[in-house]
T-cell receptor, first 114, second 113 residues
Framework: DAGVIQSPRHEVTEMGQEVTLRCKPI?????LFWYRQTMMRGLELLIY????????DSGMPEDRFSAKMPNASFSTLKIQPSEPRDSAVYFC????????????FGSGTRLTVV | KQEVTQIPAALSVPEGENLVLNCSFT??????LQWFRQDPGKGLTSLLL?????REQTSGRLNASLDKSSGRSTLYIAASQPGDSATYLC????????????FGKGTTLSVSS
């Protein structure tokens, strides 16, 4: 398996623009997580899905953030409109049946909003 | 609310030295604790997972221990190598229902040759 695949790897955008981050989990993994990493706050959970259903979105910072998982092999995280404080590395992770074993992270998307 | 703290934030050692990384958590009612490694510009890789019923786990030169009652875990690295240079993060489940994790901010280790 190619692992958790995220795209793009880097994104630079202007304030106010819409940004869409993409994630393909490992085949057979039915739990998917979006995290954000900054120097100040470390890694923070934004939202997680189980069997394509959002379970906990309490970490989503504002209404500007939204996430979808239309099928078992694809998820998106959208920011609209983007702001400079959204600059961070966004990670997607997946695992099987809510197990802590096999927790696998993607390589992340580094987002810079100027 | 569960909080995870890692001290020190950074550590530099010469090659060959044994070292210990520390992790503490505020709520001892955890199901497990996991140690991850993060290389610059990369995602996280799981190193060791300790279930709440276990005291320690070993993988090669790595040994992780867990003391739930005191809210502490340590990651012991034996005979450190330059290739061990990375950031090490510990994490515990956010709740009983799922595997969303709460992370410490990590310890950045630098091993010089």
């Amino acid at each position: 398996d190619a692992g958790v695949i995220q795209s793009p790897r880097h994104e630079v955008t202007e304030m106010g623009q819409e940004v869409t981050l993409r994630c393909k989990p490992i085949s057979g993994h039915n739990s998917l997580f979006w995290y954000r990493q900054t120097m100040m706050r470390g890694l923070e959970l934004l939202i997680y899905f189980n069997n394509n259903v959002p379970i906990d979105d309490s970490g989503m910072p504002e209404d500007r953030f939204s996430a979808k998982m239309p099928n078992a092999s694809f998820s998106t995280l959208k920011i609209q409109p983007s702001e400079p404080r959204d600059s961070a590395v966004y990670f997607c992770a997946s695992t099987r049946d809510s197990s802590a074993y096999g927790y696998t992270f993607g390589s992340g998307t580094r987002l810079t909003v100027v | 609310k569960q909080e995870v703290t890692q001290i020190p934030a950074a550590l530099s050692v010469p090659e060959g030295e044994n070292l210990v990384l520390n992790c503490s958590f505020t709520d001892s009612a955890i199901y497990n604790l996991q140690w991850f490694r993060q290389d610059p510009g990369k995602g996280l890789t799981s190193l060791l997972l300790i279930q709440s019923s276990q005291r320690e786990q070993t993988s090669g030169r790595l040994n992780a221990s867990l003391d739930k009652s005191s809210g502490r875990s340590t990651l012991y690295i034996a005979a450190s190598q330059p290739g061990d240079s990375a950031t090490y993060l510990c994490a515990v489940p956010a709740n009983q229902a799922g595997t969303a994790l709460i992370f410490g901010k990590g310890t950045t280790l630098s091993v010089s040759s």
